[in-house]
């Protein structure tokens, strides 16, 4: 039934700024973006790794529950979607570095099977994950050079 990642959605409060954090951190603008019924920014979308992955940023306003953050308490919520990195430790470091704040730290999934993650906290109040995954770099090498 699942086939595959194809769009994570994030929300923000403040979407210029979340627009302008995101293509600091992944190092290219948004490649898409629609107007709200306003006319004022809606959705911002960025093509993200390997497999250009859809990375959409949505102002809040149209949150489906309306509430800031999405959680039960008002906190961060939604679905934690990790992507893989080359180096955790220094990702978190760069996503700390940017203003994020540490949701979970550096743990290690089973030991010496390479599998560890880490989650933050972005500006704008989402779960944001990074993990090294070596099924990822396995699927990655079968797929053959991008």
């Known amino acids: 039934m699942l086939r595959g990642f194809a769009t994570i959605s994030l929300w923000a409060d403040d979407l210029e700024a979340a627009r302008d954090w995101y293509a600091e951190l992944l190092g290219v603008p948004p490649y898409f973006s629609v107007p709200g019924p306003d006319g004022r920014a809606g959705y911002y979308e960025f093509r993200v790794g390997d497999y250009e992955h859809e990375l959409g940023l949505i102002d809040a306003r149209f949150r489906p529950d309306g509430g800031p953050g999405g959680g039960a308490d008002g906190g961060p919520g939604g679905a934690v979607m990790y992507w ?13 570095a940017m203003g994020a704040r540490e949701h979970e730290k550096v743990t290690e999934r089973g030991e010496g099977t390479g599998f560890a993650t880490a989650s933050v906290v972005d500006p704008f109040g989402n779960i944001l994950g990074v993990m090294t995954n070596p099924h990822y770099l396995e ?3 079968k797929a053959g050079p991008r």
């Open 84 to 96: 893989h990195v080359d180096d955790l430790e220094a990702a978190v470091e760069r996503l700390l």
């Open 139 to 141: 699927i990655l090498a």
